[in-house]
């Protein structure tokens, strides 16, 4: 069984600071890794999603990188805003035995709660 | 904008009376999901359509039902809510290994 573990669980720096969260699965065999926030009583927004065949995916000042035989995905947010404020939760889906694909449902790790002082 | 809406966001019942939550979707998506997220976990899987065809986790109790008359529509029914499914319930919808799309969630309370 698939398990997903983001260290750290929650994480408060200062405006600007460059920072890196962490996420690990134990099952290599993933189809693909997402990196979504969530702000305290929404739903998720995605921010980066990563093939299995891909090493990393940016998008402005964040970017992830993915090493899936080590099970390891890190999330680098650059000059860190108190807009960033949310909660980090990565999941991944796996392959699948449909032939259609893109069925199978997420597993995500617990998030970390991120606090940028301003 | 194209979007996934969840109805209510905020739902009171009382223990033992059944409830419906419903999400609707403008993506044209096959894929629709539910999601239990429970205070300070990991959401967890409940059940998914792919087009009309119904995918029950293995742990998820009896208690929880869908349906989905149409692409657009999926309700989550709750025959008999107890304490412990107090919770944010999240809809998703994709299509094939595109991105999935999360709703804004509806807050469930049990009194």
């Known amino acids: 069984k698939q398990e997903v573990t983001q260290i750290p669980a929650a994480l408060s720096v200062p405006e600007g600071e460059n920072l890196v969260l962490n996420c690990s699965f134990t099952?290599?065999?993933?189809?693909?890794l997402q990196w979504f926030r969530q702000d305290p009583g929404k739903g998720l927004t995605s921010l980066l999603l990563i093939q299995s065949s891909q090493r990393e995916q940016t998008s402005g000042r964040l970017n992830a990188s993915l090493d899936k035989s080590s099970g390891r995905s890190t999330l680098y947010i650059a000059a860190s805003q108190p807009g960033d404020s949310a909660t980090y939760l990565c999941a991944v889906s796996h392959d699948l035995p449909y032939s259609g694909g893109g069925a199978d449902g997420l597993t995500f790790g617990k998030g970390t709660h991120l606090i940028i002082q301003p | 904008d194209a979007m996934v809406i969840q109805n209510p966001r905020y739902q009171v019942t009382q223990f033992g009376k059944p409830v419906t939550l419903s999400c609707s979707q403008t993506l044209n998506h096959n894929v629709m999901y539910w999601y239990q997220q429970k205070s300070s976990q990991a959401p967890k899987l409940l059940f998914h359509y792919y087009d009309k065809d119904f995918n029950n986790e293995a742990d998820t109790p009896d208690n929880f039902q869908s349906r989905r008359p149409n692409t657009s529509f999926c309700f989550l029914d709750i025959r008999s809510p107890g304490l412990g499914d107090a919770a944010m319930y999240l809809c998703?919808?994709?299509?094939?290994?595109?991105?999935?799309?999360f709703g804004d969630g509806t807050r469930l309370s049990i009194l």
């Open positions: 099952d290599s065999a993933i189809y693909n």
């Open positions: 998703a919808t994709s299509r094939d290994y595109r991105p999935q799309h």
